[in-house]
């Protein structure tokens, strides 16, 4: 068997960078809400709450804007793009004689190490470690075709919206149902105070401890402290079937040849426009969950169409480049977004927890980005990968790779 070697620079396929990088922006514009305020609770709480009265219009029009364009968008293009790059590590190990399974197995590995780091250590918020673990569900698929890829795809995802068609269109109300939903609500109001209070004020340790409530509490909803995997795979599942998808247009060489697909990419953005934006619209003016579930993997493949077809014209081409440059260094970018965004906002950095509304939130994070792209411009012009990524491709391989270029 040939000695493991790295996928070089030059093998990259650029517009799976500059999606990758438009990704990473996406992410941080929703994260935002979760690094500078009790998102996590508020949101069980409901749309008005103690903290959202006090937002301005422009806030408000933030929030709205957010909910119809971007929540949920992003990470699922960012859950596309890990399938494609799934089948893309499998077919240059096969093209080089590599076991694909073992190596992608320690790739999993590491990736969980990682995420559990940055879930207990740093923030709570962390998609890694679901990233990890279903990725060893998605090895179960590697050999299938890419419509079987699609056909799945549907099937997980109709099976994961169902109940929330029931619940949103049914009739519900019942007093058992209202008193608890009321007990709920008043719960998750004093676990958003409390997370409030402690990230605003705490020392390190008692931000630290919060921090593993935080996570633990996200992590229940999934089945993870209980090992219930048919529970975490449910509650996965539109990640996952984003990992079939993108593995899918691996399949069938979208990306590795754009020209050839374009009609195709035509009628996948046309679909995903007309069905995507009115199901978002109707998210943002109902907020009912069902309508975000049709129209977000909608407007993801929307966006995936629109910015390839877009990347083939010349002028296109030049003001998309700069986000390969994130794009190349995603993971280590995704990493010092936490870094820097929980200093910014909790009490052992700057304290601005609680203080920072959508509208200033959104400016913040178009600073750290515009920062992140600067960085990482430079960066990959003597570097072949970002910092984390070399430490990953270096515990994948099982041996130092090469950091920089020649």
Known sequence: MKALQPIMAHERIQIVDVLRGIAIFGILLVNMAHFSYPDLYLAMVGKENFFTHQWSAADRTVRIFLDI???????????????????????????????????????????????????????????????????????????????????????????????????????????????????????????????????????????????????????????????????????????????????????????QNTAKNRKRLFVIGVSGFVIGVPANIAFGLWHQDIYLLIGAPFLTLFYVAAITILFTKPIMNKLLQPFSAVGKTAFTNYLLQSVICTFIFYHYGLGLYGKVNPFLGLLITIGIYAIQLIISHFWTKRFLFGPFEWLWRTLTYLRPQPFVKK
């Open 69 to 255: 364009f971007i929540q949920m968008k992003f990470i699922l293009m960012f859950s596309f793009l890990f399938g494609f790059g799934m089948v893309m590590m499998m077919e240059r190990a096969l093209a080089n004689g590599r076991n694909f399974v073992p190596v992608y197995i320690r790739r999993l590995l590491a990736l969980l190490l990682f995420g559990t780091i940055h879930a207990f250590l740093i923030w709570d918020g962390d998609i890694l470690m679901d990233y990890a673990l279903l990725g060893f569900i998605l090895l179960i698929f590697r050999k299938a075709k890419a419509k079987t890829l699609i056909i799945w795809a549907c099937i997980f995802y109709m099976l994961f919206a169902l109940p929330f068609a029931l619940s949103s269109f049914g009739d519900v109300s019942q007093p058992e149902i209202d008193d608890w939903q009321q007990s709920f609500q008043t719960e998750m109001e004093s676990k958003a105070k409390h997370a409030l209070d402690v990230y605003e004020n705490g020392s390190f340790s008692e931000i630290a401890n919060q921090r593993l409530q935080d996570r633990m509490y996200y992590m229940s909803m999934n089945g993870m402290p209980s090992l219930n995997p048919l529970l975490f795979f449910y509650s996965s599942l539109p990640y996952f079937c984003m990992f079939l998808i993108g593995a899918s247009f691996a399949k069938a060489n979208i990306f």
